[in-house]
């Protein structure tokens, strides 16, 4: 089983900096990677997915990169509604088929 | 417009069993693999199951934690599908969210959720 590892756990920064969350897989998934958002009492949104393809209606501040096992998802000129859980996502399919989420970034906006 | 709306969630014993349904509108259900991804609470994402569509044979895979307890299935003429969860323990009380497959690896779009508690 491939094992997703998120750094770091908590963010705090201010409006208008730039956030820099880690993920790190226990083996190469190539650029099989996908970035969720959570914002409280909500449902996750896709984000990014294959590394670094934003999703339909994702703004440009949003960029993800990397390959093989260590990605990034960047977030530029932070704003308030960024606050979040930040979470990495990838798939196998090595029989059995299944999918494994990282355990979370939270962001906090100052 | 993608809409994935959970039911079904409630109270339960720990032993007993509930089935969650999924009712998806605003894309063509049957042409598309679902999942059913769980939230414990203040905890992280855990994928529970997905099933594929027909034309692929339909296959259904679970994570661990539910195997030969859940069971994922799916009824393209009413494009829902269910989770039938039986012999529910305390660690499966969650947040429940339906999603649609994306790209073969990852969610697309996400319901609200329904919450299950299993508690004596």
């Known amino acids: 089983e491939i094992v997703l590892t998120q750094s770091p756990a908590t963010l705090s920064l201010s409006p208008g900096e730039g956030a820099t969350l880690s993920c790190r897989a226990s083996?190469?998934?190539?650029?099989?990677l996908a970035w969720y958002q959570q914002k409280p009492g909500q449902a996750p949104r896709l984000l990014i997915y294959?590394?670094?393809n934003r999703a339909t209606g994702i703004p440009a501040r949003f960029s993800g990169s990397g390959s093989g096992s260590d990605f990034i998802l960047t977030i530029s000129s932070l704003e308030p509604e960024d606050s979040a859980v930040y979470y990495c996502?990838?798939?196998?399919?090595?029989?059995?088929?299944?999918?494994?989420f990282g355990q979370g970034t939270k962001l906090e906006i100052k | 417009e993608v809409q994935l709306v959970e039911f079904g969630g409630g109270l339960v014993k720990p032993g007993e069993s509930l089935r969650l349904s999924c009712a998806a509108s605003?894309?063509?259900?049957?042409?598309?693999?679902m999942n059913w991804v769980r939230q414990a609470p203040g905890k992280g994402l855990e994928w529970v199951g997905r099933?594929?569509?027909?034309?692929?044979?339909?296959?259904?895979d679970y994570g661990a934690p539910v195997e030969g307890r859940f069971t994922i299935s799916r009824d393209d003429s009413k494009s829902t599908i269910y989770l039938q969860m039986n012999n529910l323990r305390p660690e499966d009380t969650a947040m429940y969210y339906c999603?649609?497959?994306?790209?073969?690896?990852?969610?697309?779009?996400w319901g609200q959720g329904t919450l299950v508690t299993v508690s004596s």
């Open positions: 999603a649609t497959d994306f790209s073969t690896r990852y969610m697309g779009s």
């Open positions: 605003g894309f063509t259900f049957s042409n598309v693999w």
């Open positions: 099933v594929k569509t027909k034309d692929v044979g339909g296959i259904i």
């Open positions: 083996q190469s998934i190539s650029r099989y």
């Open positions: 294959d590394a670094s």
């Open positions: 996502q990838q798939h196998s399919n090595w029989p059995p088929s299944m999918y494994t």
